[in-house]
């Protein structure tokens, strides 16, 4: 029996989780490490699907600000998430894991075309999947990317990887006498206004009743330790 309390997992990362200590882009350090823990979760018995954003390259609101027509940006973004996906399965794939990308648009001279089935096998194969290019569609966000995916491969839990460790009732950064949320409902985080993803990722976890961790990718062996049921960030799930 397998001593981990989830058996599937999807992984969301930022891509600026890829930046390390560069202002753009990805360091090879950082992308390193986190395919280190990424292998270590999955070396004791969880499957693991990974979705990276692509913030480290392009975001389409960002370029419509400037001028750009949003979805032609938004097309870059989930391209960038493309090029965030590749290199992550590189990464792994030199630390002995088996990877592979699937994309929600097509481009399958460099990567798989993303198919349900196909990606439960892969996870069900003992491979690391990674689930690039969003949802296919402008005016979304990676955050529902990884929700969609998280719900339709069946996942445990969505953990999803930020700088700050959990959802606090206030900004930490402004305010000192922050408190950090270790539980909190899908209705809580409505009713008080918390920002933990946008708001069409949310519905669908909420919807699906998928539950969902916000932590700190920035300890190493954390990903290990949360699958292993520490109670690390704060989790969201639950009625009340
Ligand atoms: N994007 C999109 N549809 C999707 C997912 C992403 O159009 O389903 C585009 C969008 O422009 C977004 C960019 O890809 O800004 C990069 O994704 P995101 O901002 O979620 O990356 P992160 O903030 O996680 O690095």
Request: no cysteine.
């Given at each position: 029996m397998s001593p981990l309390a989830y058996r599937r997992v999807l992984l969301k990362l930022s891509?600026?989780?890829?930046?390390g200590d560069e202002d753009y882009g990805i360091d090879p350090k950082m992308i390193g490490r986190l395919a280190q823990e990424v292998i270590e979760a999955q070396q004791a018995g969880a499957e693991v699907a990974l979705v990276i954003g692509g913030g480290n390259i392009f975001r389409g609101a960002g370029l419509a600000a400037a001028g750009m027509d949003r979805v032609t940006g938004d097309q870059m973004g989930m391209l960038a998430t493309v090029i965030n996906a590749l290199a992550m399965q590189d990464a792994l794939e030199k630390r002995g894991g088996k990877a592979r990308v699937m994309s929600a648009?097509?481009?399958?001279?460099?990567c798989e075309d993303y198919i349900r089935r196909r990606a439960i096998r892969h996870l069900e194969k003992g491979r690391l999947v990674i689930f690039a290019?969003?949802?296919?569609?402008?005016?979304?966000t990676t955050d529902s990317g990884a929700a969609l995916r998280a719900i339709e491969i069946g996942a445990d839990l969505l953990l999803k990887a930020t700088k700050v460790d959990g959802v606090y009732d206030k900004d930490p950064k402004k305010h000192a006498d922050a408190t950090r949320y270790e539980t909190l409902t899908y209705d809580q985080v409505i009713t008080r206004d918390l920002?933990?993803?946008?708001t069409a990722a949310f519905a669908l976890c909420r919807d699906s009743g998928l539950p969902l961790r916000i932590f700190?990718?920035?300890?190493?062996?954390v990903l290990l330790r949360l699958l292993k049921g520490e109670n690390i960030g704060t989790l969201v799930s639950g009625r009340g």
């Open positions: 891509g600026e989780a890829l930046m648009l097509k481009i399958n001279d460099v290019a969003g949802t296919g569609n402008p005016f979304f920002q933990v993803m946008d700190d990718m920035g300890q190493p062996g």
